[in-house]
């Protein structure tokens, strides 16, 4: 989940057995190379970088920038965010540079040995260049097709998504619109749909979504799984403490020891324009059914506010990233957390040896 993830958090996860990823998208090439190096100094076991692929070139209207404007001056005007001075119409919306093509220069000097991605996949020439490294290459499916796609194209392995992960969808057969009708297929159906087509006794494909602990992974790894990919419940580990911010962090926390602090999660375009699964608050609720802007535009106007919100600590207005199974955050380090997931998984497969 970018950009929640340190250097320790990454390195503490290679060391204790599992493979630690940097969440890259969002840096520059002297950020993204300072990260590598740091990561590189803790461990010197195999780690990988995520990056976002860059979506196509999109128009947007001036009609769609004043719809947005409108919806955070109504928010505030409800007069639950507390001293917000935000001026909305002063924020210019325009597109973003383009980071990718400096991260995957790094990526390709720093032989980072395994490179992941989501919305899509990299060019025949970057595929080309990596395999000539000894780059390991991890593409994110949401849908059966979309992971025959990457196998074909030449991914050493595929992440399946499943619609309970945390974070964005890694969709990218759908567009922004369609995919949380279509391609929002929970995980064991995902892994069972791809098995057909996709031998998992050859190819290996990594499950993702909902997995927090050892009976998870027991249930991936019998469905066809080679292995699993875990976000959320990395949001509350120590490592994680300088980047998620505490008010987010307590939320996760206190839903394990209250049934009553367990909120619905939803699937909203409301922060970035891109479906991603967070918690529900009143930035979704205020965007439901409403006109937002694609990807790299509506994060320009919202997320500030979500900054603001954040600093005050005001929970309601934050960006609030979390899987659909976060009820089983635990406050632990992250080598804790990759020791109790393993002795948990070899309990049960000792119970029905």
């Given at each position: ?171 990218f057969l759908t567009n922004d619109l369609e995919t949380i009708e279509q391609s929002t297929i929970g995980l064991q159906s995902l892994l069972s749909q791809t ?130 199974n976060y009820a089983r955050c635990e406050d632990q380090s992250a080598t804790e957390i990759i020791q109790q997931v393993m002795r948990e998984a070899k309990e ?6």
């Amino acid at each position: 989940m970018s950009p929640l993830t340190t250097p320790e958090l990454v390195a503490n996860v290679s060391n204790a057995g599992g493979m630690g990823t940097i969440a890259g998208a969002r840096m520059t090439a002297e950020q993204l190379t300072n990260e590598i190096q740091q990561v590189r100094s803790l461990t010197d076991k195999p780690f990988g970088v995520n990056l976002f692929i860059p979506p196509r070139k999109t128009e947007i209207s001036a009609q769609v920038i004043d719809s947005v404007r409108k919806e955070l001056k109504q928010l505030i005007a409800k007069g639950k965010l507390n001293d917000c001075r935000i001026d909305f119409d002063s924020i210019s919306v325009k597109l973003s540079k383009d980071l990718y093509p400096e991260q995957i220069e790094i990526i390709l000097k720093e032989k980072v040995p395994v490179l992941s991605f989501t919305f899509g996949y990299v060019s025949n020439e970057i595929i080309k260049k990596c395999k000539e490294s000894n780059i390991r290459l991890i593409g994110t499916a949401t849908t059966a097709k979309e992971a025959v796609l990457l196998k074909e194209k030449g991914c050493d392995a595929v992440c399946l998504q499943g619609s309970e992960a945390g974070g964005h969808r890694g969709s990218f057969l759908t567009n922004d619109l369609e995919t949380i009708e279509q391609s929002t297929i929970g995980l064991q159906s995902l892994l069972s749909q791809t098995t057909q087509f996709i031998d998992p006794t050859s190819y290996p494909m990594i499950a993702a979504g909902g997995i927090m602990d050892g009976a998870g992974l027991v249930n991936a790894l019998t469905s066809g799984a080679s292995g699993v990919q875990m976000g959320t419940r990395f949001l509350t580990c120590h490592e994680s403490k300088k980047l998620v911010p505490e008010a987010h962090r307590r939320l996760l926390l206190e839903a394990k020891r209250n049934i009553n602090e367990v909120r619905p999660t939803v699937l909203t375009r409301a922060y970035t324009g891109k479906p991603a699964r967070g918690i529900r608050t009143a930035i979704t609720d205020q965007f439901q059914g409403k006109m937002m802007l694609p990807w790299q535009y509506q994060a320009q106007l919202v997320l500030p506010l979500c900054k603001y919100a954040a600093e005050t600590k005001q929970i309601d207005f934050m960006q609030l990233w979390a899987g659909q199974n976060y009820a089983r955050c635990e406050d632990q380090s992250a080598t804790e957390i990759i020791q109790q997931v393993m002795r948990e998984a070899k309990e049960i497969f000792k119970r029905y040896k």
